[in-house]
């Protein structure tokens, strides 16, 4: 008679019983991995909060006074909207930082931007010329880089001057809104648009209705205005600099040798000779809004907090 033999006539169960041991602690161990998963990944974080801690006062510390002067350095990259990081509020914050600091010497507004909100371009705008006029000992100079059209020649010209490279893209002064009509494909494909509203306008430029010539003409008003806001704008920030040339504001683009011509830019220069020959204070310190230390370390390494804390510690699983 076999051991399994023997087994069986004692507890003719034995067989279930032992593969439930076996379950219960498989079950055991995973969840005793899963906690001490979840330990590591609570002390990494713990540690990324505790590195941007340590950053955050170094960072405090670097914008003391040190005692030198300096040209502080705003930035506006990539397209300008209040979900980028060219939005009004981040722009703003660090201007304004960048005025307070008490070595600052003089602002350079590096510009490389296609443009973007009127809306965003204005705020900035504004605030530029509100701390020109706070603190006018301290000049502040635009400085366009690859790119300086549209919504980003719009906050340029807050600046008292405007400089760029002799192949900068500078200008398009213009508004622009565009869409698609599907009207005749849904009329192939045999579909039916069906479009309920409360107001006579409310479906205005809906892609898969007519157009209709009465809403075309309010929206072309709308674009119209909103255009010379940009003009006049334009007007007040650049004054007699600019050439008796209706082509400026036509919504073409230039080089910046072209511009300079045309009174859209006043020189040729980058933003270190600007610091060391107009501002006089070499020095450059960047003020521009930047993501937290702890964002950053996270995108570097491919997972977010978001992940981390919510999906690995709060999501339910079955294991």
């Known amino acids: 008679m076999s051991v399994f033999d023997r087994n069986s006539d004692k507890n003719p169960n ?45 960072l405090e510390d670097d914008g003391g006074s040190s005692g030198e002067k300096h040209t502080a ?5 990539g397209v300008i909207s209040s979900d980028t990081e060219a939005n009004a509020d981040s722009v703003i914050h660090a201007l304004r930082k960048a005025f307070e600091d008490e070595d600052t010497a003089g602002v350079i ?42 919504g980003g020649y719009y906050i340029a010209v807050g600046a008292e001057n405007i400089y760029a490279d002799k192949s900068s893209l500078v200008g398009s002064i213009g508004v622009i809104m565009s869409g698609f009509g599907f009207v005749d494909t849904l009329q192939k494909l045999g ?12 479906g205005m430029l809906d892609p898969f ?48 040798e072209e511009a300079m011509r045309l009174g859209l830019v006043d020189d040729l220069a980058s933003s270190s000779s600007i610091a060391k020959n107009v501002i006089g204070a070499e020095t450059l310190v960047n003020f521009t809004a930047e993501k937290d230390v702890v964002e950053r370390l996270l995108e570097d390494l491919g997972v977010s907090a978001r992940h981390l804390v919510l999906e690995e510690v709060f999501t339910p699983r079955l294991q």
């Open 109 to 150: 507004m590096r510009i490389n931007s296609p443009g973007g909100s009127p809306v965003q371009s204005g705020y900035i705008n504004n605030e530029m010329r509100r701390l020109r006029e706070e603190y006018p000992d301290i000049p502040l100079h635009a400085v366009i880089t690859d790119m300086g059209a549209s």
């Open 73 to 77: 350095v705003v930035e506006i990259n």
């Open 191 to 202: 579909v039916e648009r069906r479009l309920l509203t409360a107001g006579g306008h409310k």
């Open 209 to 256: 209705s007519p157009e209709q010539a009465e809403e075309k003409q309010h929206v072309q008003k709308l674009l119209d205005q909103i255009h010379q806001q940009f003009i006049d704008t334009v007007k007040l920030g650049r004054g007699e600099r600019l050439q008796d040339d209706e082509s400026i504001f036509s919504g073409l683009i230039w080089t910046g």
């Open 14 to 58: 034995w067989e279930r019983e032992t593969l439930e041991k076996l379950a219960f602690a498989s079950l055991k161990e995973q969840r005793a991995a899963r906690r001490w998963g979840i330990f590591f990944k609570a002390l990494i974080f713990v540690y990324l909060f505790g590195v941007f801690i340590l950053f955050r006062w170094e």
